[in-house]
């Protein structure tokens, strides 16, 4: 055995032994490394009661076996315990403890088992994945209780562990289902940075995102980072938005965690926790009660274990008294000591042994929360239900009937068999198994963290998740009510959004996670009725949105109907045509005697009549709700109707014909007899009926709901069924009358008497003409347009044929009857005629247990080899595959063999040997020092990689003394693969030996604080990833599928690439990782996952032979023409760069080192020549398979021949020879240079300036690794090519690529061609570079760029809406709703559009809002960003303008306001200009008759004031139409104010005067003096001054403007805005208050005498204005737009009208038409006039 035994904290003898591996310190002392002595061992303090607690239940569950009569009977169990620290080193160390036993001295063989069957532990999951690697090549079973993490469930890598606890992959998928159950989408989380924090959290984030749960923040926790980093992470938490905190964290991170939200008082959050600390006892307490009440989380069911307490209590030194763990357990636990009096005076006051632990409680002797624990006794229990099996034990029925049958070879392999098909019940009732994966059933209990009203904090279970329930039925609650954080007991929300009201749609926010998104209204037609709603529903056909876009209602159906306006005059046309043409045809009856209705044909006029009245009377089948028989009906009766009308007038036109043919000599034409009429009328007509009765019976029209021309409503229309039959039944009638107006036409000649003819073609012109005309009307009116203009035409032409036809002759007939005679028939006027819109592992330390240096192992033959003054090491994959080798545990295994020669490893150690016999040979580098070199194999194998660095390091010399003999190297250059390189770096990283890197890209390796002795030549997959993804973005492909190495390598690459990718706003449709060691099924599994996919890009992050492998399988199954995107692990490899390959990858692009000429290297490898000297046969190989001979010729065999020593390189083609790609040989190559110049910085440094302790240099005669170090960090040089080299402070050098793209030349050569360039120094957005004039050939060869995309670009007036459960990049397009836009505008248009936008702002005609709008467009247009497409959200647009009908531009709204060329204007305008002209006439009038009694008597200066104030009030009407302006809002207002004002007054003077004069009559009254015309003059003036003052201080103050009204979405209604309502409601106050004293008072003397009743039409008056305004106050309020104005000018003018009729048309009426009353003596009289 190697190095010192590690002996057993606890231990018991027994038959059948079980380890323990468990965490009984928490804290682990280094002692200081002085590199020349034995380090002294690490040392563990701090004992932990919890985990002491999982031992002595571990040893309780041993007893009650031995003690058991039914469960291996007469076998006895022992066990040994050990201390893994919570360090994977100690793990490792206890495991080999646990297989090798104490034993120092060996037999000649390794024939000794393993000392122990089973080993039970540990609570690490990082800690236990060591110890698997280690004990698992040997298959010995560890069962954990604790261990959670869900990698450990791969039997693949750890076919011998089992677990009693279940896998994280369960709990993460629980926590993420408990988060989405309580509805916080937007969460915070926290992890330990290992394992166990690392796995599990990443389950939970990839469950959480598929449960629509966002992460804003995600934060690490490790015991061995500083406190600053603590620190932070709480700043993380206490700045975030989110109020919810999941902390998948092991015990010991969590108390680093919790120390330091303490220190900065975190209170507030609602904590979710992870199964390892939601049930810590020594954290519930009252110090953390205000961080943790009301924490959530899983923990495995709780639990009793009988008869556990007691023996607890019974631990005890005096058990083992020199057990010196039980000792510092008694210590730790009484705060006492063992120690001797003088060491007592230091630590304490003696232990008596008489303390008892009933009198303590710590989590040593709770047994309260017993889950833990349980699972150590399950563990336990399963290994001894194992044992009894394999030992077959006999049983009959519960008694045992003979001893297990004992056999001294039982291996741990049997026992491992032996525990998958466990299947026991506890006497607790609970089933005990294994699954497939070791993994036990999932169930868990969600314990809730409560205060009790003593104020301690329990757990209290509110709920439970059974995993092997189906999906929905696994969470469920059990009713107790939940804390929440700070004692609240109502729930936190945690949302980054707020959630979307009904009618609005989430939409995500560029950039931002899913859960972050704004709320936007659902379009027009669509709704959501749920809130947070992903998209918008559309509503049915025949069904649209109501105004808050939360439900469909039911379209508007739209037809035309009897009672609309339309429809009512259609009908009345229609109608009254009808009731003209029977008219005409009452005329012709009662005339038909005469001889101009005999001359007209009389039987074809009275049926050419008949089918002119049913012609009006169809257009009635058109109007009203479409049926089927109503559909069926219209058609066919309007195509029969006007056949018979055209029929009748063909008739007649050649009836006319014959008979004029008839009138001249020796005419031979036959007469066209009355018989043969009726025969042509029926046959032309019967045609018609024929079409109409196929058209009917093939495809007859029908009613349809035609909900494509409007949104918001339904138009029921009747189809034609057959365009056809439609066409036919029209064309036919356009025949007829074609050959009517042909035969007119040519017969309009005929003599007078004849011409009837002329008529005829003047009606078949204008039948010809509304029907041409009709169709294009019909075919693009929409709604019920098309059926009025189809109702339309059958009137207009059938009025036409009306009154060309029958007119003329009724004219004579009734108005000229003397020309209706024989005689006078020629004589017809002519003026009758009308036309109609991944693994790490450590160094074991041992102790010297001799005083003799020795090494341990074999020693270790290098490659290649040369002695130096200064010695380089070097570390190469040379053969890429170890022969694994199963060990027999009889002899010993040997070293590990390789296979798989990789010329181009060799290659690297060839170029390192070139670059150091290149410096050797120089004067300037290192003069007078030469270097030497050892290089070995790694395989690559992470084992090999470490013995390779081991090897390095030590001479293997042994010899009396210490170890003081320095490194054999002074850095070392290697390795190729990221993991070989990481498991080197820890090796070397403590001695503080150099390891440069040439091609291990891992961005892990970046970390200063783990690998402080790292450097590299090749840029970091840090920045190649990001390279990639901006690489991806450029040429537009943001579908993609993703495939990495299953190594640090491929994983941290590939998630740093996912991570950039999201940013650039690419989704990744798969991620697989794939390894070289994996099973063909998987390989096959790949294949079938890229076949199915509809991405055509795949990115793979990978290692050259992973994807080799890949590849070989994708041809074989004809998967071809897909864009590959290569990391530099392979887009270069030449090792792949076949045929075969080439025809899956051809087009492929990708990163890769710069190619560089390295001047006479391809030279040095082809010159050079093997050596048979051991450590230094390299090239053996090689040669040998090159040319097919062997150097040693006692091994020659058949036709294998020895080789000549005439070989040469220069006559091969060897891949070993080829530098066409030397981009890694110059990394190789910069490598050993970097090496060599901080040697010269260290050689050449001048004494008293150096960089060590007071300014000291290194001694030249003995250097140290560290030195170097140093010196690397300074180096900053110029290569041979003229390329920079230095190492930034994480020892990577400047990232540089080159993009290159897989292509073939004509002869068949792949080649590896440069097409652009990535240089991360340079600016962000200027480091991505194409290589101008180098074309890039794609996936197929084709010259186009591929296309990967989830789905197509939306069109401009669409936007895109995320699918839900899928990514970003897959979206559904939908139009934007009414008055938004989306659109990309070219860069030329934004200059131009933004100067006009600057124009129409300082004239006034846009808002300074509108003018930012297309500002912003403006620069988006300059900086050519294509602003809308694909536009997640769509633009508003300006409040001037609505989106047109394709939504892809905003269009001008109409303006709208009152004109005087519109139709309502006109007519407003009309009767203002009335009024006014009725009361100038009124005035004149009373001019004229001013000297009678009735206008004295009636006080004409007031009357004449009147009809003034009147006039003007007509007239002020005019300043309400026309556009707003500034001033005619001001003047329209006013002008009405105090017009008005001026008219009350006068009215109010004239009811004084009417009552003063009444008073005036009585006995003694001089009332008259007091209010005679001065009095009346005043009290118009001082009435009229009010309103003036009014006005004056309402335009002053805040007067009335013109405004743009933008509420409506279709048009900008221009109106005069208020300014001050007040000042509105004051001037139309006074008016009304006036009004009612004057119908006050006027109302008082309605019972004067009828010489004095003006008062009686003065309250008239008064009443209608009074009734005019108070009507005027709703319908003001109410009015739309313009209207609002009309309400308030037909207030004006009914108003005006009611008081210029009531007052002034009763006299008027006695002046001008009774003037006999107009006398002083009947105005004087007593009679009563009843004239009015």
């Known amino acids: 055995m190697l190095g010192s035994p590690e002996f057993p904290l606890l231990s018991k003898e027994g038959d059948i032994t079980i380890g323990g591996v468990f965490s009984i310190h928490s804290q682990i002392t280094n002692p200081p490394l002085s590199f020349t002595d034995t380090p002294e061992p690490l040392k563990c303090s701090r004992i932990n009661f919890r985990e002491f607690r999982f031992v002595q239940t571990m040893i309780f569950a041993i007893e009650e076996i031995n003690n058991s009569s039914s469960l291996l009977p007469n076998i006895s169990i022992g066990y040994k315990v050990f201390d893994s620290c919570g360090s994977t080193l100690f793990s490792m160390r206890a495991a080999m403890a646990l297989m090798n036993g104490q034993e120092k001295t060996l037999r000649k063989t390794c024939s000794g088992q393993s000392s122990v069957h089973a080993i039970i532990g540990t609570s690490e999951s990082s800690s236990t994945i060591v110890m698997l690697r280690t004990s698992g090549i040997f298959k010995i079973p560890v069962i954990s209780h604790f261990a959670t993490c869900a990698c450990l469930s791969n039997r693949r890598e750890y076919s011998s562990f089992f677990r009693t606890i279940p896998s994280d992959y369960y709990q993460s998928r629980a926590l993420a289902k408990l988060v989405k159950h309580f509805g916080w989408t937007w969460v915070g989380t926290v992890r330990s940075d290992n394992d166990y924090g690392n796995n599990g959290m990443a389950t939970f984030i990839k469950v959480a995102g598929q449960e629509g749960v966002c992460i804003e923040y995600s934060e690490v926790i490790s015991r061995i980072y500083p406190r600053e980093h603590a620190a932070k992470v709480v700043r993380v938490i206490r700045n975030s938005s989110t109020r919810v905190l999941v902390a998948f964290l092991a015990q010991r ?85 063992f120690q001797t009096r003088l060491q007592r005076q230091t630590q304490g006051r003696p232990c008596s042994g008489s303390e008892r632990l009933e009198d303590i409680n710590n989590p040593f002797t709770d047994v309260s929360e017993l889950r833990i624990s349980k699972n150590v006794y399950k563990a336990v229990y399963a290994v001894a239900h194992a044992m009894h099996n394999i030992l077959k034990c006999k049983h009959n029925g519960e008694r045992v009937t003979q001893s297990c049958i004992w056999r001294n070879n039982l291996e741990p392999e049997q026992v491992l068999k032996h525990l998958q098909g466990v299947n026991f019940t506890l006497q607790s009732g609970e089933r005990v198994y294994f699954d497939e994966n070791g993994d036990p059933a999932a169930i868990y209990e969600l314990v809730n963290w409560q205060r009790n009203q003593a104020g301690e904090t329990t757990f209290v279970t509110v709920g439970s998740y059974d995993a092997s329930l189906p999906n929905g039925k696994q969470f469920t609650m059990n009713g107790i009510d939940i804390t929440w954080a700070a004692e609240s007991l109502k729930r936190p929300q945690s949302v980054c959004s707020e959630s979307c009201l009904l009618g609005f749609r989430q939409a995500v926010i560029k950039g931002k996670p899913v859960c972050c998104f704004s709320c936007i209204a659902c379009a027009a037609g669509e709704i959501s009725n749920s809130s947070d709603s992903p998209e918008c529903s559309q509503c049915s056909l025949e069904y649209w949105s109501n105004e808050d876009h939360s439900q469909c209602v039911p379209k508007v159906v739209e037809f035309l109907s009897f009672e609309e306006t339309m429809g009512a005059l259609l009908t009345s046309f229609s109608l009254f045509g009808a009731s ?73 036109t050649i009836v006319v014909v014959i008979a ?18 009726r025969t042509s009328v029926l046959s032309w007509t019967s045609l018609q009926v024929i079409v109409c009765a196929l058209w009917l019976m093939l495809a007859p029209p029908f009613p349809h709901k035609n909900t494509a021309h409007g949104t918001e409503k339904i138009i029921l229309e009747c189809d034609v069924g057959s365009p056809v039959g439609f066409w036919a039944v029209l064309g036919y009638i356009g025949l007829l009358a074609m050959l009517c107006f042909t035969l007119a036409f040519l017969a309009r000649k005929l003599p007078d008497n004849f011409n009837e003819a002329k008529f005829i073609t003047f009606s078949m012109l204008i039948f010809c003409a509304v029907w041409i005309t009709f169709i294009p009307a019909y075919v693009s009116s929409p709604g019920k347009f098309t059926v009025a203009v189809e109702v339309f035409a059958i009137l207009a032409s059938s009025f036409g044929l009306l009154f060309c036809i029958f007119a003329p002759k009724c004219y004579i007939i009734l108005l000229k009857p003397e020309r209706n005679t024989k005689k006078h028939m020629p004589k017809i006027p002519k003026a009758m005629l009308l036309i109609a819109d991944l693994l790490l592992l450590s160094l074991l330390s041992v102790r010297g247990g001799r005083p003799v240096c020795q090494t341990y192992g074999t020693k270790e033959l290098s490659q290649f080899f040369k002695d130096g003054d200064i010695s380089i090491g070097g570390i190469f994959s040379f053969h890429q595959n170890p022969v694994i080798v199963n060990p027999v545990l009889q002899v010993n295994p040997g070293t590990i063999q390789c296979e798989g020669l990789d010329p181009g490893e060799l290659q690297y150690a060839y170029t390192m040997m070139f670059a150091i016999e290149e410096i050797n040979n120089s004067s300037e580098l290192l003069p007078g020092l030469t270097l030497g070199y050892r290089i070995l194999d790694s395989c690559p194998s992470i084992p090999l990689s470490i013995r390779a660095s081991l090897n390095l390091m030590n001479r293997y010399e042994e010899g009396e003394g210490s170890c003081n003999k320095p490194s054999t190297v002074q850095a070392v250059i290697g390795e190729t693969t990221s993991t070989s390189t990481i498991g080197i770096a820890r090796t070397m990283g403590p001695f503080h030996i150099p390891v440069i890197s040439h091609s291990a890209t891992c961005a892990c390796l970046s970390n200063r604080r783990e690998y402080p002795s790292f450097f590299r030549t090749i840029p970091s997959d840090l920045y190649q990833s990001r390279a990639l993804a901006k690489l991806v973005k450029h040429f537009g492909w943001t579908w993609v599928g993703a495939i990495r190495t299953n190594s640090d390598y491929g994983n941290g690459g590939m998630g740093t690439f996912l991570k950039a990718a999201e940013k650039e706003g690419v989704c990744v449709e798969y991620s697989v990782a794939i390894y070289r060691t994996d099973p063909r099924k998987w390989f096959l599994e790949v294949v079938d996952i890229i076949k199915k996919s509809t991405s055509k890009v795949i990115v793979a992050f990978a290692d050259g032979t992973d994807l080799d492998i890949l590849i070989k399988e994708l041809y074989v199954q004809n998967v071809t023409g897909l864009q590959w995107v290569g990391s530099e692990g392979w887009i270069t490899y030449r090792y792949i760069a076949s045929p075969i390959n080439y025809a899956v990858v051809k087009g492929a692009v990708g990163f ?91 050689v050449t440094c001048q004494d008293g300036q150096g960089p060590f302790e007071n300014n000291t240099c290194a001694d030249r005669e003995n250097l140290q690794p560290w030195q170097v170090l140093h010196y690397l960090t300074q180096v900053n040089f110029t290569t041979k090519v003229g390329e920079n080299v230095f190492f930034d402070e994480m020892g990577d050098p400047a990232a540089r690529y080159a993009l290159v793209n897989w292509q073939m030349d004509e002869i068949g050569h792949i080649l590896f061609k440069t097409i652009g360039y990535f240089d991360a120094l340079q600016p962000e957005g200027q480091q991505f570079q194409m290589k101008p004039g180098v074309e890039a050939i794609w996936a197929g060869e084709k010259l186009e760029v591929p296309k990967s995309i989830c789905s197509e670009s939306c069109l401009p007036g669409t936007r895109r809406a995320v699918v839900k459960s899928k990514p970003v990049c897959c979206f559904d397009c939908i139009v934007c709703a009414d008055g938004e836009f989306s659109n990309s505008t070219s860069e030329s248009a934004g200059l131009p559009a933004f100067t006009l936008a600057i124009i129409m702002f300082l004239l006034g005609k846009i808002t300074a809002r509108t003018l930012l709008f297309y500002l912003r467009m403006c620069v988006l247009y300059r900086l050519k960003v294509s602003m809308l497409s694909d536009a997640v959200k769509c633009e508003t647009c300006p409040p001037e303008y609505k989106s047109n009908e394709e939504r892809n531009t905003c269009d001008m709204k109409a303006i709208e306001f009152l004109t005087f060329r519109e139709l309502m204007g006109l007519l407003l305008v009309t009767f203002s200009v009335f009024g006014a002209c009725l009361a100038m006439t009124t005035a004149l009038i009373f001019f004229h008759y001013r000297q009678t009694p009735i206008v004295r008597a009636n006080n004409s200066e007031l009357s004449f004031l009147l009809l003034f104030s009147l006039t003007l009030c007509f007239l002020c009407s005019l300043t309400f139409i026309g556009r707003p302006s500034e001033w005619s809002c001001m003047l329209r207002h006013t002008a009405f104010g105090i017009t008005f004002v001026l008219c009350i007054s006068c009215v109010l003077g004239k009811t004084i005067v009417v009552v003063m004069a009444f008073r005036a009559t009585l006995p003694g009254s001089n009332v008259m003096k007091w209010f005679g015309p001065a009095q009346q003059r005043l009290s118009v003036l001082a009435f009229t001054l009010i309103q003036v003052v009014i006005c004056i201080l309402w335009l002053t103050i805040n007067p009335p403007f013109p405004f743009k009204n933008m509420k409506h979405k279709e048009k900008i209604i221009l109106e005069c805005a208020l300014g001050s309502p007040i000042g509105f409601w004051a001037v139309l106050g006074y008016i009304g208050l006036l009004a009612i004293l004057c119908f006050i008072l006027a109302f008082l003397a309605r019972k004067l005498p009828d010489n004095f009743n003006e008062a009686k039409f003065i309250t008239f008056s008064m009443l209608i204005f009074c009734a005019v305004w108070i009507t005027f106050i709703p319908a003001y309020v109410s009015s739309p737009g313009k209207f609002t104005v009309a309400v308030e000018i037909f207030a004006i003018l009914a108003s005006s009208y009611g008081m210029l009729f009531c007052i002034f048309l009763p006299k008027c009426y006695i002046i001008l038409l009774k003037p006999e009353k107009n006398t002083k003596k009947h105005l004087m009289g007593k009679m009563t006039s009843k004239a009015l």
């Open 580 to 652: 003209l043409t029977l008219m005409v045809s009452c005329v012709f009856f009662r005339f038909r005697d005469t001889a101009l209705v005999k001359a007209s044909n009389p039987e074809l006029s009275f049926l050419l009549l008949f089918s002119l009245t049913l012609c009006f009377l169809c257009s009635l089948t058109f109007i009203g709700r479409p049926s089927k028989w109503s559909c069926m009906l219209r058609h066919t009766t309007f195509g029969i109707t006007f056949a018979l009308c055209m029929s009748c007038i063909l008739a007649k």
């Open 253 to 337: 991170e969590m108390d680093i965690l919790l120390e330091e939200a303490l220190n900065q008082n975190l209170t507030g959050l609602q904590w979710v926790g992870s199964e390892s600390w939601i049930t810590a006892g020594h954290l519930a307490t009252k110090r953390h009660a205000a961080i943790l009440t009301g924490t959530l989380g899983f923990t495995i069911r709780k639990s009793k274990i009988p008869g556990l307490r007691e023996f607890l209590l019974q631990v005890s030194p005096s058990q083992n008294p020199h057990n010196n763990l039980l000792r510092e357990f008694w210590e730790a636990t009484f705060g006492c000591s």
């Open 1152 to 1242: 890769a080192a710069l190619n560089a000429h390295i001047p006479e290297l391809q030279e040095f490898l082809a010159n050079s020549r093997p050596s048979t000297r051991p450590g230094d046969q390299g090239l053996v190989e090689l040669w040998e398979t090159v040319f097919g001979c062997t150097l040693t010729p006692q091994a020659a065999q058949g036709s294998v021949t020895a080789c000549t020593g005439e070989e040469s390189l220069w006559d091969t083609d060897s891949r070993f020879t080829d530098v066409s790609d030397a981009s890694l040989l110059n990394n190789v190559y910069k490598a050993t240079y970097a090496v060599a110049h901080a040697l010269h910085l260290m």
């Open 660 to 677: 004029f043919k008839a009138t001249k000599p020796q005419n031979t034409v036959p007469q066209c007899s009355a018989p043969l009429q």
